[in-house]
C-alpha cells in the first residue's frame, strides 16, 4: 500500500510538471504575433493567474514582462510588476525578494505617478511586515494604502487594506478592533461582487471566534468556506478551510480528525508551495502525533518545520516553530528539549515584542482616524445644508422602526436567554480547563529542565550557577502553588463552599505578608513595591479572602509591570469606608479586556511583559471576592500607561 502510494504521489508530479510545460507552450505560442505592449499585458496576466499553481512560471513571466518594460521603456507598466513579483516571493515565503519587489514597486509608483499601485505597494509592505513580526510598521503602511485607496474611491483596495488590518489586530489579540474590520471587509466584497475575497475574510473571522474559544460558530464558518472553495476548485481557500477545522477537532481532543484535515491541507499547501502555511501544518501535525503517541513521525515533521523556517528569516516563525518543539518535547518527557526550546521561544518573543510598539501603531491609527474625520465632517456638513428636511423625516421612520425592532428583539432575546447562558458557561468551563492544561504543564518544564541540568552538570556547575538554578526552581514552584491556590478558591467559590467568615483584622500586617510572598517576582523584574498603610488600621472582614485579594492584585500588577518598574498598595479610612489601591505603571489594557474583567465575564490567559503564564482566574477572583465582602471595585487603565484597582469595603462593626 505504501509503495502504491508513492508511485501515485510521484504520478500527479510528473503529471503536474507537464501541464505546467503545456501552460507554459500556450504562453509562448500567443506572445509570438504580440506587440510588444500586448506581450507585456499578456506576461503579467499570466504571473498574477497562475501565482498560486505555478509560482515559478509566474516569476519568469513576471520577469520577462519586466525585461520587456524596460527594454521598450514602458515604464507606466513598471509598478504593476513589480508588485505583482513582490506577492509572488511573499506567498513563497522568500521574504527578503519580496521587500526588494514591493520596495522598488513603491518607488516606481511614486516615481510614475500610480497611485492605484502606491496604495497597492504600501499595503503589500504591510502584510509583509505583519509575516516577519513588525506589527508598528505593518500598520503604518497599511493605513497609508487605505488612506490612497479611500481618496480613489477603490473598494477593492479598501477591502485589501481592512483585511490586513484585521489580520494584524487579531494577531494583537485586539479581537474587537479585528472582527470590525474583517467585517468591513465582508461587506464591501459582497457589494462589489466578489465571493473569493468575502471567503478569504470568512476564514479570518472564524480564526477569531477560535482564539475566542467560540469554536461552533468557528466550525459552521470553515464548513461553509470549504463549500464554497471547492465548487470554485479554489486550492488555497480549501487549504486554509482544512487547517482551521483541524484546529477546531484539536482543541475539541478528536486527534484523529484533526490529523486528517491537517494533511488534506498540507497536501495542497505542498502542491503549490505555499512555504508558511506549510510550516503551520509540519507544526500541528507534530503535535497532533505526539497526542496520538506516535512520537517519531512527529518528530520527523517538526524536524522539517524547522529547517524550513530557517529558510525564512522572520522572528515569528521561528517563535511558532520553537514553541511547537518545546510543547512536543514536553509531551514526550524530554524535559531538557522542552526547557531549551521554550527558551529559544522566548528569544524570539522578546525580538518580536521589541519590532512591535503597539503604542506608536496606535498614534498612527489616531492620526488616520482624525484626518478621516475631519474629511467626513466636512462632506457631512455641504450635506446637511440641502438635506435638514429629509433628515428630520428620516430620523422620525428610524425611531419607529426602532422601536419596532426592540419590541420583537426583546420578546425573541427572552426566549433565547437560557440557552444562551448555558453555552457561556460551557465555553467558559472548555476554555478554562484549556488554559489549566497549559499553564500547569509549562512551569513543571522548567522545573524539570532546570533540575536535569543540576544532575547532569553539577559537577562542572560554580556555586553561584547552582544557587541560581535553585532559586529559579523556587520561583517557579511558588507561582505554580499560587495558581494551584487560585484554581482551589476558584472551585470553592463557584460550588458556593466559600462564605466569608468576619473579624477584626490588621491591614498592614496582611498587606506585609502578600508583598513578602512575591517579592521574588518583583525582585527578578527588578521592580519596586511600595506600601502606604497606616500600622493601626484593621477592618472587620475575612483574612482569607483579603489575602487572596491582594496576592492576585499585586501579582497582576507585577505581571504587566516592564523591567524597573513601580507597584503601590495603599489602604485608607473615610468615614463609613475603607480603601484599597494597588497601582502599576505597566502596559495596561486594552478597553475590550477591561470591559470584559468589569463583566465578570472572561478568563483572560494573556502573558506578562516577559512571558509569565498564569490561568487568567486571577481577577475573576478578586471580583467575586470583593462583592462577598460587600465591597465595590472600579478599574482605571490606559494601554501603555499602566493599571490603577480602586476597591471600597463598607465598615462593619
Given at each position: 500500500?505504501?509503495?502504491?502510494t508513492?508511485?501515485?504521489f510521484?504520478?500527479l ?11 507554459w ?12 505592449s500586448?506581450?507585456i499585458?499578456?506576461y ?7 501565482r ?9 513571466a513576471?520577469?520577462l ?7 521598450n521603456?514602458?515604464?507606466?507598466k ?8 513582490g ?10 525578494e ?8 513603491l ?30 510598521l ?6 497609508k494604502g487605505l ?7 477603490d ?9 490586513n ?9 485586539n479581537y474587537?478592533?479585528a472582527?470590525e474590520?474583517?467585517?468591513?471587509v ?12 468575502e471567503?478569504?475574510?470568512?476564514v ?27 465548487k470554485?476548485?479554489e486550492?488555497i481557500g ?9 484546529t ?13 484535515y491537517r494533511?488534506k491541507?498540507?497536501e495542497i499547501?505542498?502542491?503549490?508551495n ?7 501544518d ?7 502525533q ?18 524550513l ?8 516563525f ?16 524530554d524535559f ?10 522566548s528569544?524570539?518573543k522578546d525580538?518580536?515584542?521589541a ?10 491609527e489616531?492620526?488616520y ?9 466636512e ?9 435638514e428636511?429629509?433628515t ?5 421612520i ?14 425573541y432575546r427572552?426566549?433565547r436567554?437560557l440557552?444562551h447562558?448555558?453555552?457561556e458557561i460551557?465555553q467558559f ?9 497549559h499553564?500547569?504543564?509549562?512551569p513543571?518544564f ?9 544532575l ?10 547552582k ?5 529559579n526552581i ?6 505554580n ?22 473579624e ?5 500586617t496582611i ?16 521592580i519596586?513595591m511600595t ?8 477592618m472587620n472582614t ?6 487572596s485579594?491582594?496576592?492576585n492584585?499585586l501579582?497582576?500588577s507585577?505581571k504587566?509591570?516592564?523591567r524597573e518598574?513601580?507597584?503601590s498598595?495603599?489602604w485608607?479610612e473615610?468615614?463609613?469606608?475603607v ?5 502599576d505603571n ?8 477591561l470591559?470584559k474583567?468589569?463583566e465578570?465575564?472572561?478568563i ?6 516577559e ?24 478599574i ?8 490603577k484597582f480602586?476597591?471600597?469595603f463598607?465598615?462593619?462593626?
Amino acid at each position: 500500500m505504501k509503495t502504491l502510494t508513492i508511485k501515485i504521489f510521484f504520478l500527479l508530479l510528473f503529471s503536474s510538471s507537464l501541464f505546467a510545460q503545456d501552460v507554459w507552450k500556450d504562453l509562448e505560442k500567443k506572445i509570438v504575433t504580440l506587440h510588444d505592449s500586448d506581450k507585456i499585458d499578456l506576461y503579467l496576466e499570466f504571473t498574477w493567474k497562475n501565482r498560486g499553481d505555478h509560482p515559478q512560471l509566474s516569476i519568469k513571466a513576471g520577469k520577462l514582462a519586466l525585461r520587456t518594460i524596460e527594454q521598450n521603456e514602458f515604464f507606466t507598466k513598471k509598478p504593476l510588476a513589480l508588485n505583482y513579483l513582490g506577492v509572488i516571493y511573499r506567498n513563497l515565503g522568500d521574504y527578503k525578494e519580496a521587500l526588494s519587489f514591493f520596495s522598488r514597486g513603491l518607488e516606481a509608483a511614486k516615481k510614475y505617478d500610480d497611485k492605484t499601485q502606491l496604495a497597492h505597494a504600501y499595503n503589500n509592505l504591510g502584510s509583509l511586515h505583519r509575516l516577519m513580526g513588525n506589527g508598528s510598521l505593518a500598520i503604518e503602511q497599511t493605513f497609508k494604502g487605505l488612506k490612497i485607496f479611500e481618496e480613489l474611491k477603490d473598494s477593492a483596495g479598501m477591502a485589501f487594506c481592512a483585511l490586513n488590518l484585521g489580520v494584524l489586530y487579531s494577531n494583537q489579540k485586539n479581537y474587537k478592533r479585528a472582527i470590525e474590520y474583517l467585517q468591513r471587509v465582508i461587506d464591501i466584497r459582497e457589494r462589489i461582487g466578489d465571493k473569493p475575497g468575502e471567503l478569504t475574510a470568512q476564514v479570518r473571522i472564524a480564526e477569531v471566534y477560535f482564539e475566542l474559544a467560540d469554536y461552533e460558530k468557528a466550525y459552521s464558518i470553515y464548513l461553509y468556506t470549504l463549500d464554497e472553495h471547492k465548487k470554485r476548485n479554489e486550492e488555497i481557500g480549501m487549504a486554509f478551510a482544512y487547517g482551521g477545522l483541524s484546529t477546531i477537532f484539536f482543541a475539541r481532543g478528536d486527534f484523529n480528525e484533526a490529523l486528517n484535515y491537517r494533511l488534506k491541507s498540507l497536501e495542497i499547501n505542498s502542491k503549490i508551495n505555499q512555504n508558511v502555511a506549510i510550516i503551520s501544518d509540519y507544526c500541528q501535525i507534530a503535535l497532533i502525533q505526539a497526542r496520538l503517541n506516535n512520537f517519531p513521525s512527529g518528530k520527523n515533521y517538526l524536524d522539517k518545520a524547522v529547517a524550513l523556517a530557517k529558510t525564512i528569516k522572520s522572528f515569528y516563525f521561528s517563535f511558532t516553530v520553537y514553541n511547537a518543539a518545546s510543547e512536543f518535547y514536553g509531551l514526550q518527557s524530554d524535559f531538557k528539549n522542552a526547557f531549551n526550546y521554550s527558551q529559544l521561544a522566548s528569544q524570539m518573543k522578546d525580538s518580536i515584542r521589541a519590532l512591535e510598539g503597539l503604542e506608536k501603531s496606535a498614534q498612527i491609527e489616531a492620526v488616520y482616524k482624525n484626518e478621516q474625520t475631519e474629511r467626513e465632517a466636512e462632506l457631512a456638513q455641504i450635506q446637511l445644508a440641502n438635506k435638514e428636511q429629509e433628515t428630520t423625516y428620516l430620523y422620525l421612520i428610524i425611531l419607529v422602526v426602532a422601536g419596532l425592532f426592540i419590541f420583537v428583539f426583546y420578546a425573541y432575546r427572552q426566549k433565547r436567554k437560557l440557552n444562551h447562558e448555558l453555552r457561556e458557561i460551557n465555553q467558559f468551563k472548555d476554555k478554562l480547563f484549556r488554559v489549566i492544561a497549559h499553564d500547569l504543564k509549562n512551569p513543571f518544564f522548567v522545573v524539570l529542565g532546570y533540575s536535569e541540568m543540576l544532575l547532569d552538570d553539577f559537577d562542572t556547575l560554580t556555586d553561584q550557577e547552582k544557587l541560581n538554578f535553585i532559586n529559579n526552581i523556587k520561583h517557579v514552584t511558588l507561582n505554580n502553588y499560587q495558581l494551584l491556590e487560585n484554581l482551589l478558591e476558584w472551585s470553592q467559590s463557584n460550588l458556593k463552599i466559600i462564605q466569608p467568615k468576619f473579624e477584626v483584622i490588621n491591614l498592614s500586617t496582611i498587606s506585609q505578608k502578600a508583598i513578602d510572598l512575591l517579592k521574588h517576582s518583583a525582585k527578578m523584574k527588578m521592580i519596586t513595591m511600595t506600601m502606604d498603610v497606616p500600622k493601626e488600621l484593621t477592618m472587620n472582614t475575612d483574612q482569607n479572602l483579603i489575602y487572596s485579594i491582594l496576592r492576585n492584585l499585586l501579582g497582576n500588577s507585577l505581571k504587566f509591570t516592564n523591567r524597573e518598574g513601580n507597584v503601590s498598595l495603599k489602604w485608607f479610612e473615610n468615614h463609613d469606608s475603607v480603601h484599597l489601591e494597588v497601582e502599576d505603571n505597566g502596559i495596561g489594557m486594552n478597553p475590550l479586556i477591561l470591559e470584559k474583567i468589569l463583566e465578570n465575564k472572561n478568563i483572560n490567559r494573556t502573558k506578562g511583559t516577559e512571558g509569565e503564564g498564569g490561568s487568567g482566574i486571577g481577577l475573576s477572583l478578586v471580583y467575586e471576592f470583593v462583592h462577598k465582602l460587600g465591597g465595590d471595585i472600579a478599574i482605571s487603565s490606559s494601554e501603555g500607561k499602566g493599571t490603577k484597582f480602586s476597591i471600597i469595603f463598607p465598615k462593619i462593626a
